[in-house]
């Protein structure tokens, strides 16, 4: 993407230590350095909290309860959760679920970038095109949505590449142009881009006017300033959201079940459909939901680190 | 220096009744001003009087409403053609820009990239300079407003002055032959402001033309080889810094340094 591009600084090399100079920008720095004060010797009897204990004693006694019911209460069966969790077709609803999830974030965040720097075009007609797609994108439910893209076959039983109202070039049945994949694909993709491009916008516009004047007076072309000076920075505050957006969409993904495309939860209730032990197989997909957005909230993490560049202090460097 | 004017050399800043307004707001009411080759001229005036307007003007960040302005004998922002003015495309604004460098009250370095990649950013990507040529470009320009040591600081980790610094080279690594400075050291510690016009003097001793707004009158006094006051986006009167700093025609002038004094 966009950011990827930036070339990497010379790290490693030796830094000199920092001259003691006003920090010139207040940053997360004077909040790391802020910590508790606590190490003075005081001879005196410490406040106790019965509160904490009393909520304490209760969320233990209620989680005990549950994993007790969850042990005990046969109708969990456990055992068939183990037989299904790893399973041939769920590991392949599962690796569905994944190869959607990143296409469809693709798209998202691609369209995104787009839609918002259309939005902010000084053309009105751009700029007002943008919004509508926003509008409506986020106007209408998500599974009205991919039901549409699945039955576009029905709108237009036939799709042709050609000049607007003129001769067509290439054309088509619907129906093989736009398979499952690509209903559900466009379907997650496009929506997602409209809300990434609020995301993205929001980035863009708390980048300082200044970073643009001194680009411009460099002699940058606006392009090249979006993409080397102002993208960059809006990263720090775009790929926050945009992690919450992917979390989210690996759940949102499970929609597309009810167009029958075969990805983790549809593939469970292939399963369940045919042996009746719906609770299980919804824990087994449950258990790969939780395990796959557990692995997401930590890549996350490190994208936000490598994006603070130049903001945050270079680890090691905090005193 | 004004000598070169005189010898028919094309003056490096023209400003011919130059207009600006904000909507209702006139910021600049008929400015005239010529800055020749190798001078230094050193802006003053109250705030709101327009300097930063003017300055930003020259380089076409600010579009003039009206009235003419040429930087080396070239429009700003427009061309004659046949006798009509047309409005340059943005891409040959752009490379009218990399004549003029410009330093910021604010320094605006990037935030995200080094203090060496904010030098080379600009000559690699828009002047296609090697990447090999433009790095020992960069180091040359670092050891000369005294960061060799610091190539790798991001900006957050130097003090102002620093910054300020940074800022200045990255300009001048661009080889402008007009360089405009926006009160370069107001947002500075009192005592980082001296290592920031020490390299100013160098810049000037040089030969560098340069356009400073500046509340630095002691800078003014000995770098400048003409002050021009401003009030209420009118030239009020230009003169040699002996003058016009300490026996100005204007009683604004006078009215305005006895308060800055
Ligand atoms: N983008 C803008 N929109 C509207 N008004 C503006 C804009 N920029 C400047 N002005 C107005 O134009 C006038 C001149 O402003 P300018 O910044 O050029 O003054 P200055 O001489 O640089 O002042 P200072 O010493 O405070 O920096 C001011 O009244 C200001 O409010
Ligand atoms: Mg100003």
Redesign the pocket.
Known sequence: MTAADASPPERGAAVPPLAPAPAPTPGPAAVATAGTGVGVDVDAVPLRHPGRWAAGVVILVLAAMGVHSLVTNPNFQWGTVGDYLFAEPVLRGMWATVYLTVIAMAIGIVGGIGLAILRMSPNPVVAGAAWLYIWFFRGTPLLVQILFWSFIGALYPRLSLGIPFGPSFVSGDANHIVPLFAAAVLGLGLNEAAYMAEIVRAGINGVDAGQTEAASALGMPRALTLRRIVLPQAMRTIIPPTGNETISMLKTTSLVSVISYNELLNATRLIYARNFQTVPLLIVAALWYLALTSVLTAGQHQLERRFARGILPRVGERR | MSADLAAGAVPMVRAERVRKS??Q?V?LREVSLTVAPGEVTCLI??????????L?CINHL?RISGGRLEVDGELVGYREHRGRIRELRPRDIARKRREIGMVF?RFNLFPHLTALENIIEAPVRVRAERRSAATQRGRALLARVGLADRADAYPAELSGGQQQRVAIARALAMRPKLMLF??PTSALDPELVGEVLEIMRQLAAEGMTMLV?THELGFAREAADTVVF?DA?TVVEVGPPATLLTAPAHERTRAFLSKVL
Do not use: I, L, N
């Open positions: 904000f909507g707001h910021a005036g109250p705030s709101g009087s327009g300097k930063t307007t003017f930003r600010e009250q926006d009160e707004v401003m986006g």
